[in-house]
């Protein structure tokens, strides 16, 4: 059996129970007699209107949100940035407002910020009551849902580092990022405790109910019966606003995943750029579609609550309960790689909303088609572009007046590029790729011509502090002193550029990464496979897929004769107990010989050109 932290059952005090002025709280109804009501969600939402918050949940009538900072340590005129001041501040200012709801659950939940607000602070409690220290790594494999919400504040309260883990890898990626981030604890949705069978790292499971009998929840009490109600106060503000606070595992050509650690500074003026660019507000509803667990959400677990915005948390990517959002619950933004849109323009339900939508659209460039047939049914498209290492989203295509003019397909080619920088980042530069003999960190501008391919370099606030543990991967990342994306692309004479190739292999397939390599070292695994080369090749839902081209080994050949389908469908069977879906070759072509270069390199740029005439 896994090592588990097993919380028992806590009272709460009568202290911590009391009502904050304005409402009524006991430990079988709640109301608010604030001008801001909820109910609205209430029937929108599905949620139950008679939901209780554990008494754990509610805060203080004396609750100071102001977190513990002895000011002899740094000058008046400076705070060190850290996005939990998003919180307070949120729950300062709008304590009854609705700050996030789980609906389409056996057992819904609704929290105003207050409440939620009180729930953070007890996790990080419980997180030190479990000895946690600052800079240790806690480790988080949920669906989106309340607990992956409250780790991406309450881990950084606790000054730790939250290490979210996608949910779609396999086991013995989940173990390699274990035990590579070094996790202490590990917070985890009881659907995925399969993920990590034979663990020593101890972990909570969330049966996500919200409930006083939910282990989560019990962890919950005793960081609250732990906090001797200090509050806020009684927590130390991170005085370094440079110190790791996200450490995210990325797919690279090396085929094992690498750590990207990112900072408090970077995570704050990522979410306040992202909160502007996508014109997020206090009247807006976030609706959680893309994973909170890829690239710690681009930011926007902070994004939505440096702007007040609601939250509403899906366990799945269910177009139904999407639409039944975007119908019925007041929902103005949301985030989605291409082969989400087009899932959600060919839902039959589909129809335009009452209310203005934005997609923020990452992963790929949006299709012409999507973007068509979003704007038909009122759905804004904004084309953002970033990676892991740059906290998802640092680029937008900032649309021009002269746009509202042009055809359908030509605004798409337009809305189709990468644009420029973000608000809060470094200007992006295209550059032109290291050559022989050139000093690799001389870095030299491409011409705007909308020809010349370079690489996409960029610097500055929103951009990774380092390969966790891996100072070599780092020093070659930074090369020039500026991060090395490894996409290709052109900068135009307006300065915008345009991904034109991926340098590094990667095949990106409904949002997710895929290392090439990582998918070929599996491949190879096969007993009948000599050789192996995957490259990606277009898909009309998921983007792009992997297409594997194989030549099979002499002894086995006569085997497969006249079989090659045959092969193809067992060399896919095998991939899918070794892989995660999105990284399963899509088709299998077996050929006589994969074309090399004089030095017995591989030539994936003829791959490439052969899967684009399949």
């Known amino acids: 059996m896994p090592a588990t932290v097993v919380a028992k059952g806590a ?54 949100y102001r977190l513990g ?71 988080v494999i949920a669906p989106n849902s309340p607990m992956i919400a409250e780790a991406h504040h309450g881990i950084l309260a606790a000054r730790a580092i939250i290490t979210p883990v996608n949910t779609r890898l396999k086991p013995l990626e989940v173990a390699y990022i274990l035990e ?47 906090s001797s109600e200090k509050g806020w106060e009684g927590l130390d503000a991170e005085r370094d ?60 677990p902070w994004a939505n609550v ?38 959600i323009v060919n839902e ?10 934005t997609a923020i659209i990452a992963g790929a460039a949006p299709t012409p088609h999507v973007i ?25 295509n900032y649309d021009q007046p002269f746009w509202k003019s042009l055809s359908l397909q030509d605004r798409s080619k337009l809305i189709a590029r990468q644009g420029h920088a973000f608000a809060t980042a470094d200007e992006v530069r295209v550059v032109h790729q290291p050559q022989e003999g050139k000093d690799p960190n001389v870095l030299v501008d491409v011409p705007r011509d909308g020809k010349t391919i370079g690489e996409i370099v960029t610097r500055g606030n929103i951009v990774m502090k380092e390969y966790f543990r891996d100072p070599e991967a780092t020093r070659v990342a930074f090369q020039g002193g500026y991060f090395r994306s490894g996409d290709l692309a052109v900068m135009y004479p307006d300065g915008t550029v345009a991904i034109m190739d991926r340098s590094k292999d990667i095949i990106i397939s409904g949002g997710e990464n895929a290392s090439s390599l990582a998918i070929e070292q599996e491949l190879a695994t096969h007993p009948h496979v000599l050789e192996v080369s995957v490259v990606a090749r277009q898909h009309h839902k998921w983007g792009e897929r992997p ?38 070759p899509e088709w299998v072509k077996v050929v006589p010989e994969l074309p090399k270069t004089s030095t017995g390199k591989i030539l994936k740029t003829d791959l490439r050109k052969i899967a684009a005439k399949l």
Not at 289 to 297: D, I, K, N, S, T
Not at 553 to 564: D, E, N
């Open 69 to 139: 900072y002895d000011p002899q340590l740094g000058p008046a005129n400076h705070h060190p940035l850290n996005p939990v001041a998003f919180l307070l501040r949120a729950a300062q200012i709008y304590p009854d407002k609705l700050a996030i709801a789980h609906p389409n659950v056996p057992r819904p939940v609704h929290y105003s910020y207050a409440t939620w607000a009180q729930r953070i602070q007890n996790l990080a409690y419980a997180l030190i009551r479990a000895g946690i220290k600052p800079g240790d790594r806690v480790a």
């Open 372 to 396: 068509g047939e979003l704007e038909k049914i009122g759905i804004n498209p904004v084309h953002v572009y970033g990676l892991t290492c740059t906290y998802g989203p640092f680029t937008r």
């Open 241 to 300: 606003e440079d110190a790791g606070a996200v450490l995210c595992y990325t797919s690279g050509t090396t085929g094992r995943p690498k750590g990207v650690l990112t900072t408090y500074r970077g995570s704050y003026l990522g979410a306040v750029a992202n909160a502007y660019e996508a014109r997020i507000t206090k009247d807006s509803t976030y609706l959680w579609v893309l994973p909170m667990f890829h690239a710690a959400g681009w930011t926007f």
């Open 180 to 226: 590579h981030s070094g996790a202490s604890l590990l917070l985890i949705d009881h659907e995925y405790t399969q993920l990590v069978e034979g663990t020593k790292v101890p972990m909570i499971v969330s049966h996500d109910t919200g409930g006083v009998d939910d282990p989560y929840e019990e962890f919950l009490s005793l960081g609250r019966q732990f």
């Open 547 to 584: 297409m594997a081209f194989v030549t099979l080994h002499p002894q086995h050949q006569s085997r497969w004769a006249g079989k090659h389908p045959e092969f193809a469908t067992d060399l896919k069977r095998h991939a899918r107990e070794r892989l995660p879906g999105f990284a399963c």
């Open 11 to 64: 009272s709460t005090s009568e202290e911590s129970t009391q009502a904050r002025p304005g409402r009524t709280w006991c430990r079988h109804h709640y109301k608010t007699s604030s001008s801001y009501s909820p109910r609205f969600a209430f029937h929108a939402m599905n949620t139950n209107p008679h939901f209780v918050p554990t008494p754990a949940s509610i805060p203080p009538s004396d609750v100071v």
């Open 348 to 357: 039959p339900g589909a129809k335009q909303p009452p209310q203005p939508v």
């Open 306 to 343: 440096f702007a007040f915005a609601t939250q509403i948390t899906l366990r799945t990517v269910n177009y139904s309960h999407i639409w039944q959002h975007l119908l019925h619950s007041n929902v103005t933004h949301y985030c989605g790689a291409p082969t989400v849109q087009i899932g």
